[in-house]
């Protein structure tokens, strides 16, 4: 349904490599709306772990860091006691 269109990541990098390229794909609005519809309608069903971060709403990579850096110091004041 879409368009898949080649995007250079680094232009000071050879061209002509190959992996110096990223596919995006352009898909019309219609599509856009429909999966918006779909994933509304399914939102319950999905269920994400706690220690996900990434591509979930309201986290990210800082609140990733600060919950490892938690776990990390009640391990070492466990293991000093």
């Known amino acids: 349904m879409g368009c898949v269109i080649p995007l250079v990541k680094d232009k000071s990098v050879r061209l002509n490599d190959v992996y110096n390229y990223r596919a995006i794909t352009l898909i019309p609005v219609i599509c856009k709306v429909l999966e918006n519809v779909i994933l509304s309608i399914c939102e319950d069903c999905l269920i994400t772990s706690d220690f996900q971060s990434g591509f979930k709403a309201s986290t ?14 009640m391990m070492m004041m466990i293991d000093l006691l």
């Open 60 to 73: 990210g990579c800082p609140d990733t860091i600060f919950t490892l850096r938690s776990k990390w110091m």
